[in-house]
């Protein structure tokens, strides 16, 4: 796909998180998502990372550090072939990475069609 400015990718992304399935970020609190151009490791094929402390595993509250989402810019348009697809890429990316923060793993999400 094309390279997007900025502005072109983030209107993108404010599309995709219109498209969430309801009550996905029901109980989501204390979690800022970022988007970055790459990940830190150069990985050009990871697509999104939650960072933080599941909401099972969690101590008291308020206690805990934010938890982030980190959505990678460059690697989903070099992974989409057109502006529908990233948007639907972003969606599923977006609903993965949450389901990392209420504790569901790589291979359930793979079993319900959001790996």
Known sequence: MEHLSNDEFEAILDEALDLLPAGVTE?????????????????????????????????????????????????????????DHLREELVITIVHEIAHFYGIDDDRLHELGWG
């Open 27 to 83: 109980r989501l609190d204390n979690v800022a998502l970022f988007v970055e151009d790459r990940p830190e490791n150069g990985d050009r094929h990871l697509l999104g990372l939650y960072d933080g402390t599941p909401i099972g595993e969690r101590g008291v509250a308020g206690f805990e550090m934010p938890d982030n989402i980190f959505i990678y810019r460059d690697n989903l348009i070099d992974f989409a072939e057109d502006v």
